[in-house]
């Protein structure tokens, strides 16, 4: 019989000695386990869309990648049909706050090859976002259309118009820096003058922003051009008029949320009235001092728009910033637009005058002199 403490013993020994007998056996399974997950590894990274040997993440010879950012929007989808349609590759960057994941899936479905298209949902406002994208991507030019934008709005709620704005830019700035991210299309506007004195507006205007809005974008625009005496960073800033107009074949247009229509642009809500979408159209401000009381914009096709981006992008250099407005230089007003809106479609629109909107001004319109003469542009759909 064997003692108590010697039978507790036994199965112990025994284990430890079947262990030791298997222990070979064992690592070679380790072995091979670890070998097959390094082939897999090997075979995947060979692979287009793995990591770091994506097409995205690579700079090739004679190919252009652009990073748009507010791509899924109203002229970010349009500047991104434009250079699609001109061979460059495209990443869109945006968070779908305002922009439309249908004009996404359009652009994918009309460039559907490998590496011409990717979409990134991320919010710019977040800065580990912002450098995993950068460190992930191998860009060669940014357009930063990326903002929230509407006049109105801003009066209202001018921090977030802050945050998005200027904030936003200041991170895209750093991470362009942090990984050699030479060119800058930025998108800006008109709202940086406020109200001159003088008509038609220059580039060399003074700058006096009468809204958040153009406050933000003003701050944008001196943080970029301070940045970029620092570097050797080809900056492009290009101030917008009135943009209206869809691609002319159909495939994209504006599509404001139905929230933001009583912030959005004139265009849109003409023809949300003509459709029948909204019950009429609310024009607001019909004292200000002009012919008709309405006030007075340069209303610039968005096709012509997204033109001067691609020249601009096809111009800029080294250590070179250019500032350009971007409009027809003619005026038109309110009620000139509706009634072209009415004569375009054939319904009589109803129309609710209303007090002047917050923030607003009454006349603006360029002299777009100097991007004709520098850019070679002109605008080509003038006719309201």
Not at 49 to 61: A, L, T
Not at 142 to 164: C, D, I, K, Q, W
Request: proline letters at 5%.
């Amino acid at each position: 019989m064997i003692p108590a403490n010697r039978r507790g013993t036994q199965p112990r020994a025994g284990m430890e000695y079947f262990d030791a007998r298997r222990k070979p056996h064992n690592i070679g399974k380790v072995i091979v386990a670890l070998l097959f997950i390094a082939l897999c590894i090997f075979v995947l990274k060979q692979s287009p869309g793995f990591g770091g040997n994506s097409v995205f993440s690579r700079h090739e010879p004679g190919v252009t990648h652009v990073l748009v950012t507010g791509g899924a929007g109203y002229i970010g989808s349009h500047a991104s049909l434009r250079l699609l349609k001109d061979n460059y590759r495209v990443t869109i960057v945006d968070n779908l706050s305002r922009g439309n994941k249908g004009a996404v899936k359009v652009l994918q479905e009309l460039f559907p090859e490998p590496g011409r298209l990717q979409f990134i949902y991320a919010d710019l406002g977040d800065q580990k976002s912002v450098n995993k994208i950068f460190s992930e991507n191998a860009f060669d030019a940014v357009m930063h259309f990326a903002a929230v934008a509407y006049v109105g709005e801003s009066t209202m709620e001018p921090l977030r118009y802050y945050h998005n704005i200027t904030s936003n830019t200041l991170l895209i700035l750093e991470a362009m820096a942090s990984h050699g991210v030479k060119t800058l299309i930025y998108s800006s506007t008109c709202a940086t003058y406020g109200e001159p004195e003088k008509m038609p507006i220059i580039e060399t205007t003074p700058q006096l922003p009468i809204n958040p809005y153009g406050k933000a974008k003003k701050m944008a625009e001196d943080i970029i051009l301070d940045f970029s005496k620092r570097t050797d960073m080809a900056v492009m800033i290009l101030r917008y008029f009135n943009v209206i107009g869809s691609d002319p074949e159909g495939r994209l247009g504006e599509a404001p949320r139905p929230e933001l229509r009583e912030h959005g642009r004139i265009s849109g809500a003409c023809f949300d009235a003509a459709l029948g979408v909204i019950s009429g159209l609310k024009v607001k401000g019909i004292d200000y001092p002009t012919a008709d009381g309405t006030c007075i914009r340069d209303y610039i096709d968005v096709t012509d728009l997204v033109d001067a981006h691609v020249k601009a992008l096809n111009k800029a250099e080294p250590s070179r910033v250019g500032i350009y407005n971007v409009g027809t230089g003619r005026g038109r007003s309110v009620k000139e637009f509706v009634d072209a809106c009415k004569q375009a479609t054939g319904v009589d629109i109803k129309i609710e005058y209303l007090s002047r909107r917050p923030g607003d001004y009454a006349e603006v319109f360029s002299d777009p002199t100097k991007i004709n003469s520098e850019l070679n542009w002109t605008a080509q759909h003038t006719p309201i």
